[in-house]
């Protein structure tokens, strides 16, 4: 068994820095053939003793030629439970044992591919109801599955089968009932078929009736104690809270407060990061105190766009505040050298989850010195600790009540516990740092670009902006390739998997948002040709339909597209919103249509479960609306022109198109719901041009997705 690496960042930078042109093509002894890979994640598992092969033809052609069943496991860098079952399983030699003698062993990083990922993860939710990482597929050498699981000890346990006799049992029926296997293949294949047959037509959506239904749901699902939805575990779910902001907007006071409960709460409890900023993955527990550790790019980038929406709709520093938090914890750990964003940071450091983060009162105190009784007291710390006897600081009262409870001065609390933040912060820096995964992936780029632009214009930062447009930059001249296809990821070069659907989709999303936010018009014909290889590489020349693989590139057995959204938002749903943009900002309806062809073929799932499909649902609400049209004249980067672009894009406007108009004179023109109001030279003239357009939207009633 391989020895527990303890800086596994520190070794996996060593791994990359080997000099491979002497190696032989399975590794030799000391590697397998992950030596080779880019990926943090295959590299953690370079030294198993495990026969891994990375996708591809080698894998196949080998399975084939030998009649073997092939272990095709997934999973991701940071991820807790693929380093437990790697140091079980995977770093055993009694398993490598058996899988080296009967099975080829693939691994594949789902972040590089994810549409490897998505379509076996649909397999894996078909056959037991659920998913997660690590992903393990049994499959023919055609890549058609016969079995899934998760999580497997190599022994069994607590009525549960251990691996190790779970694969002693595929290889007996791989050789002695073929036949067993085959039916097995043939029943996943034709049910994922029958699942792509489901009513796709398209349908009338009574809007209204179906965002209370929406509503209805999150209630139902609703947390009023500690905000967020469900139970144990519970996630941050960005995606459901920005849609509550938006019905708020639209005078709905009891979705708002969900949503604005449901972030304090976040921002207070042990989910956040309360020494540097960011948000952990998803909490363990209902109160939000004990997180799963790993923060992921995508996280970080939507829950600040949430919490920019929060601060417009109430004007409450606090939400500007979060975003902040986010964006100075992502620039301090996240930002490459050369502009992009890493992906995420490990759940584990020294083998243990959460060691990096967790704290012994007695060392704070050690620390803080006369500070800590107070510091300990409003970070919810003590001897006995909130975790497993360790602490994890998290926030009972906000300031001015912890404050008036315990007799002290705000300002003078504030700056004592903002000076014990940056003792520990240095104090936690000489830990052994959780593993960053390096990788650079476009998709999550562009909502972090997005993000940045917006939080940098609504609140006046600057840096924010520029670090937005050193992201697009790096992505746009790095990621591509010489005919101009964008490509997935970055990693000490960029890889050669071509960028998928939500790629394209996420990253012309940033670039429209970079664009509103700077004027800069090189943005707007990025983000137009960007959706012009979206129409070209996604979308069924004969159907209309859109895809979330390229159609130049590698398919997998059957098209299983998640066409709802996930932890991150539908490339579907995104897709439309920018081609919906993109026609109302450069005038161009046909792109109106091929905005409605993406949606109409899930309009019926829409109207069924519309809580998994809330971006779809805001596209279809806006497809027949009118947009509203400001026209922005002026020098671009005179101080008038940007105070006029901060007040507009202060008030959130649905369906804005910002233009710009070759007149000198700095104003704002809009025209909203056949209406066009006098041109607004001042930030206070747009103001009040903007409170006589806040009543003329409502919602409509019936939105229509074209018929086929």
């Known amino acids: 068994m391989t020895t527990l690496i303890k800086d596994t960042a520190a070794h996996i930078a060593e791994l990359m820095a080997i000099d491979k042109s002497a190696l032989p093509a399975d590794g030799g002894q000391r590697f397998n053939r992950l030596i080779f890979a880019r990926s943090p994640y295959l590299l953690q598992h370079a030294e198993n003793p495990v026969d891994w092969y990375e996708w591809g033809p080698a894998a196949f052609d080998r399975a084939q030629t030998e009649n073997l069943p092939i272990l095709l496991s997934i999973g991701y860098a940071t991820c807790h439970w693929c380093h437990v079952m790697a140091h079980e399983s995977f770093e055993d030699d009694q398993v490598a044992a058996l899988l080296n003698r009967h099975f080829v062993c693939i691994k594949v990083d789902r972040e590089e591919r994810p549409d490897i990922d998505d379509f076996y993860m649909t397999v894996s939710q078909l056959m037991t109801g659920s998913g997660g990482w690590p992903l393990n597929i049994f499959m023919a050498p055609d890549r058609r599955p016969f079995m899934a699981i998760t999580y497997l000890p190599k022994q069994g346990r607590s009525g549960m089968s251990g691996l190790m006799e779970l694969l002693a049992n595929i290889a007996t029926l791989w050789r002695?009932?073929?036949?067993?296997?085959?039916?097995?293949?043939?029943?996943?294949?034709?049910?994922?078929?029958?699942?792509?047959?489901?009513?796709?037509?398209?349908?009338?959506?009574?809007?209204?009736?179906?965002?209370?239904?929406?509503?209805?749901?999150?209630?139902?699902?609703?947390?009023?104690?500690?905000?967020?939805?469900?139970?144990?575990?519970?996630?941050?779910?960005?995606?459901?809270?920005?849609?509550?902001?938006?019905?708020?907007?639209?005078?709905?006071?009891?979705?708002?407060?969900?949503?604005?409960?449901?972030?304090?709460?976040?921002?207070?409890?042990?989910?956040?990061?309360?020494?540097?900023?960011?948000?952990?993955?998803?909490?363990?527990?209902?109160?939000?105190?004990?997180?799963?550790?790993?923060?992921?790019?995508?996280?970080?980038?939507?829950?600040?766009?949430?919490?920019?929406?929060?601060?417009?709709?109430?004007?409450?520093?606090?939400?500007?505040?979060?975003?902040?938090?986010?964006?100075?914890?992502?620039?301090?750990?996240?930002?490459?050298?050369?502009?992009?964003?890493?992906?995420?940071?490990?759940?584990?450091?020294?083998?243990?989850?959460?060691?990096?983060?967790?704290?012994?009162?007695?060392?704070?105190?050690?620390?803080?010195?006369?500070?800590?009784?107070?510091?300990?007291?409003?970070?919810?710390?003590?001897?006995?600790?909130?975790?497993?006897?360790?602490?994890?600081?998290?926030?009972?009262?906000?300031?001015?009540?912890?404050?008036?409870?315990?007799?002290?001065?705000?300002?003078?609390?504030?700056?004592?516990?903002?000076?014990?933040?940056?003792?520990?912060?240095?104090?936690?820096?000489?830990?052994?740092?959780?593993?960053?995964?390096?990788?650079?992936?476009?998709?999550?780029?562009?909502?972090?670009?997005?993000?940045?632009?917006?939080?940098?214009?609504?609140?006046?930062?600057?840096?924010?902006?520029?670090?937005?447009?050193?992201?697009a930059r790096f992505i746009m001249k790095s990621l591509r390739r010489q005919d101009g296809r964008l490509l997935r990821c970055w990693l000490n070069g960029a890889s050669e998997t071509p960028a998928f659907l939500e790629d394209y989709a996420f990253m012309a999303f940033g670039l429209l948002e970079l664009y509103e936010a700077t004027l800069e018009t090189s943005w707007l014909d990025q983000a137009s040709s960007l959706a012009a290889q979206i129409l070209a590489l996604f979308c069924d020349p004969y159907t209309g339909e859109f895809v979330l693989t390229g159609l130049d590139a590698e398919q997998m057995p059957a098209r299983a597209s998640s066409d709802h959204d996930g932890v991150t938002p539908s490339a579907l749903a995104v897709t439309a919103r920018v081609l919906l943009r993109l026609a109302w900002t450069c005038d161009?309806?046909?792109?109106?249509?091929?905005?409605?062809?993406?949606?109409?073929?899930?309009?019926?799932?829409?109207?069924?479960?519309?809580?998994?499909?809330?971006?779809?649902?805001?596209?279809?609400?806006?497809?027949?609306?009118?947009?509203?049209?400001?026209?922005?004249?002026?020098?671009?980067?005179?101080?008038?022109?940007?105070?006029?672009?901060?007040?507009?894009?202060?008030?959130?406007?649905?369906?804005?198109?910002?233009?710009?108009?070759?007149?000198?004179?700095?104003?704002?023109?809009?025209?909203?719901?056949?209406?066009?109001?006098?041109?607004?030279?001042?930030?206070?003239?747009?103001?009040?041009?903007?409170?006589?357009?806040?009543g003329l939207f409502e919602p409509q009633t019936v939105l229509r997705a074209e018929k086929k």
């Open 588 to 694: 161009r309806p046909e792109l109106i249509e091929h905005a409605r062809k993406a949606l109409s073929g899930i309009a019926t799932e829409v109207a069924r479960n519309p809580l998994g499909y809330l971006g779809a649902l805001s596209a279809l609400s806006e497809i027949d609306s009118p947009p509203v049209i400001a026209s922005i004249s002026g020098p671009v980067e005179s101080m008038e022109t940007a105070l006029l672009l901060r007040a507009l894009k202060e008030h959130p406007l649905p369906r804005l198109a910002i233009r710009l108009e070759s007149s000198p004179a700095p104003g704002v023109s809009i025209c909203a719901d056949r209406t066009c109001f006098a041109k607004a030279a001042t930030p206070d003239e747009l103001k009040n041009v903007l409170r006589q357009i806040g």
């Open 176 to 471: 002695q009932r073929p036949d067993m296997i085959e039916n097995n293949c043939r029943g996943i294949m034709e049910e994922l078929a029958r699942l792509r047959q489901t009513d796709r037509s398209a349908k009338n959506i009574e809007f209204t009736e179906t965002s209370t239904k929406a509503f209805n749901q999150l209630s139902k699902i609703y947390d009023p104690k500690h905000g967020g939805f469900g139970s144990a575990p519970k996630f941050p779910m960005p995606i459901y809270l920005g849609w509550l902001i938006a019905q708020g907007r639209q005078g709905n006071a009891e979705a708002l407060e969900m949503a604005l409960h449901t972030l304090r709460r976040i921002r207070n409890g042990g989910i956040w990061d309360q020494l540097a900023g960011g948000v952990h993955r998803y909490s363990v527990d209902q109160r939000w105190l004990a997180p799963h550790f790993e923060k992921m790019l995508y996280d970080q980038a939507m829950l600040a766009l949430v919490a920019i929406d929060a601060f417009q709709a109430t004007g409450d520093p606090f939400f500007s505040g979060m975003a902040a938090g986010i964006f100075e914890f992502a620039e301090r750990e996240l930002r490459s050298v050369d502009g992009g964003y890493c992906s995420a940071l490990d759940a584990d450091s020294e083998g243990v989850e959460g060691r990096f983060y967790v704290w012994d009162k007695q060392e704070i105190d050690q620390c803080l010195g006369p500070d800590s009784e107070l510091f300990c007291r409003y970070f919810d710390i003590s001897s006995k600790g909130n975790f497993e006897g360790m602490n994890i600081p998290n926030i009972a009262l906000e300031l001015e009540e912890f404050c008036r409870v315990n007799g002290t001065d705000p300002l003078q609390t504030g700056r004592l516990l903002e000076r014990g933040i940056g003792i520990l912060m240095q104090q936690r820096a000489q830990r052994i740092r959780p593993l960053r995964d390096d990788k650079i992936i476009a998709a999550w780029n562009g909502l972090m670009i997005a993000a940045l632009s917006r939080v940098g214009i609504v609140c006046g930062k600057p840096d924010y902006l520029e670090q937005a447009a050193g992201a």
